[in-house]
């Protein structure tokens, strides 16, 4: 099932069963979708977003609540940090799996031992590899790690 689809659906089943947090949730998803339908309208594209860039919107909105976390947590406000998490595990499920930090490393390896020494070169070719598998902070810190 396509995933605007699954969404759409779960946020049905969600107001069902009268789960006020989930439905809030997928709502500002739902929202965030088409947002970036408008936005890629103006830009002069045509057709709906794909799946990859539905996605990406997924991923930016998972950062969003990463970063909120991060925050709250380091203001000593753990009820806020908490209702962020609980969003994030949420929109994880929308997610594809990512990389493991073994799996990561063993990659950038791959990458440093083919001749690449440059910390941007070397970012550029193992993000283009993973193409949005891995998060862009866990690469850079194996990336640091390898080369330095």
């Known amino acids: ?12 089943t969600a107001m069902k ?23 890629k309208r103006t830009r002069g594209a045509e057709g709906d977003l794909t799946e ?3 996605i990406a919107v997924l991923k930016r909105e998972a950062k969003k609540r990463r970063e909120s ?9 753990a009820e806020l940090a ?4 609980r969003e994030l595990k949420i929109i994880k499920e929308y997610l594809p799996p990512e990389l493991s930090a073994e799996e990561i ?7 440093v ?11 550029k070719a193992a993000m283009a590899e993973f193409k949005g598998a891995a998060d862009g902070k866990i690469v850079s810190e194996a990336v640091k790690k390898i080369l330095g």
């Open 69 to 77: 976390i991060d925050i709250y947590t380091q203001a000593d406000r």
């Open 17 to 39: 069963n009268a789960d006020s947090f989930r439905v809030g949730v997928l709502r500002l998803v739902s929202s965030s979708f088409q947002n970036e339908a408008i936005a």
């Open 113 to 123: 031992d083919s001749g690449m020494t440059d910390f941007s070169a070397v970012m």
């Open 1 to 12: 099932m396509p995933l605007k689809e699954r969404i759409s659906s779960d946020l049905k």
């Open 52 to 54: 990859d860039e539905l």
């Open 82 to 85: 908490e209702n962020e998490e």
């Open 105 to 111: 490393e063993k990659t950038v390896k791959k990458l």
